[in-house]
């Protein structure tokens, strides 16, 4: 009898200091109330990005135009024509139909890195289409989209 008295003993001796102590249960201070008003959110991450547009046709000028301007809303991007590491979106576009050049435009983009004028650009990323007058705000957010996809992507590049 005595010896399982001791192993029972030693047993529930094991088990309390394999089982972890308990945290105190203490009382946890008063949160205060957050206060009711807007503040800016800051996602620390803004891209600079030039557009650069070559064509005649109407529909691809519009589509360079809504391009810059959605950088240009957009606390994402930075939009700018300044000598200074930049992302530039270099859009080329063409009538789809040379006789009937309302109906649609071809168009190519090409991302590169570009460090200052003087240097060398760097190929990050192409993609190419047809678009309407229709589908003009659609493609240029398909656009700023991959844009901001290949930013993050290359994001090195700008110390980011």
């Known amino acids: 009898m005595p010896r399982l008295f001791l192993h029972i003993l030693a ?7 394999a089982v972890p102590a308990l945290p105190a249960f203490a009382e946890e201070p008063e949160k205060k109330p957050l206060k009711d008003a807007p503040q800016q959110v800051s996602t620390g991450k803004s ?26 809303t957009s606390s994402l991007f930075q939009l700018t024509d300044a000598d200074k590491p930049k992302l530039n979106v270099l859009v080329s576009t063409v009538s789809e139909f040379p006789s009937r050049p309302d ?48 930013a993050v992507k290359y994001g090195y590049l700008f110390g980011n």
């Open 103 to 150: 109906v649609g435009s071809a168009y190519a983009v090409v991302w590169v890195y570009s460090e200052s004028r003087g240097n060398l650009q760097y190929y990050l990323g192409r993609q190419t289409g047809v678009v309407s007058e229709a589908g003009v705000a659609d493609v240029a957010r398909v656009l700023a989209e991959r844009t901001d996809g290949i």
């Open 47 to 72: 891209t600079t990005v030039a557009v650069e547009h070559e064509g005649e046709d109407t529909i691809g000028a519009r589509l360079a135009f809504q391009l810059k301007e959605i950088f240009n």
């Open 11 to 17: 047993t529930l001796l094991l088990l309390a200091l």
